[in-house]
């Protein structure tokens, strides 16, 4: 266990203790300040003062930024693939010519 980290991380007002490794203090630091950062969005924004309201509404951006990502990084792959396969018969037929 000495191995862990013990740090405190501040979201909406409450502190959660948690108890990691040193490799993973700087992302949970980024995503707590990101999370801050968009529930101030929302409560400006939208006049939200119900702080599980704010954090449901962060918890679905940041979720449809994940299945986005999937999505373009699927259709991605699908279009390399299908640029692969056209240079791979391309480049048969010339071997083959």
Known sequence: ?????????SIANRVYPLTILP???EG???A???????I???EQSYSVRDKQDVLAMCALQFAS???Q???DTENVS???EEKLTALNNMLQLHLNS
């Open 78 to 80: 699908e279009h390399v």
């Open 23 to 25: 490799s993973q203090e």
């Open 69 to 71: 990502k999937s999505i």
């Open 40 to 42: 101030n969005q929302f």
């Open 1 to 9: 266990m000495s191995d862990k980290l013990k740090i405190k991380l």
């Open 32 to 38: 707590a300040k990101n999370i801050e950062a968009m």
């Open 28 to 30: 949970l630091r980024k």
């Open 65 to 67: 930024q994940v299945e």
